[in-house]
Nanobody
């Protein structure tokens, strides 16, 4: 099963960039569709981006389209989220998740494994 650990979060000024990484220590990443979600205090967990098994298909929330890029390196059992032009409203805990299906999903309830999250804070 997937054992996911995120890293790369931190404090950045508006307009800046961060790259999040999610490593699967179970070395099974290639078996899963992967997604990134985020949750701000008092808000529900929301979809950010998803990527297919091979990386050929990607999906984004409208709020991040054109600013964020999801990618994966199955040989390194790692999925990435490059975040550019960050805004204060991007502040949240970011989670990576694995879905044991070839069909991508924007629904958090359809993901089977989750990391512990990494905090991203964007100051104005």
């Amino acid at each position: 099963q997937a054992q996911l650990v995120e890293s790369g979060g931190g404090l950045v000024q508006a307009g800046g960039s961060l790259r999040l990484s999610c490593v699967d220590s179970g070395r099974t990443l290639s078996s899963y569709t992967m997604g990134w979600f985020r949750q701000a205090p008092g808000n529900a967990r929301e979809f950010v981006a998803a990527i297919s098994w091979t990386g050929g298909n990607t999906y984004y929330a409208d709020s991040v389209k054109g600013r964020f890029t999801i990618s994966r390196d199955n040989a390194k059992n790692t999925v990435y989220l490059q975040m550019n032009s960050l805004k204060p409203e991007d502040t949240a805990v970011y989670y990576c998740a694995a879905r044991g299906s070839s069909i991508e999903s924007m629904d958090a309830s359809e993901y089977h494994y989750w990391g512990q999250g990494t905090q991203v804070t964007v100051s104005s």
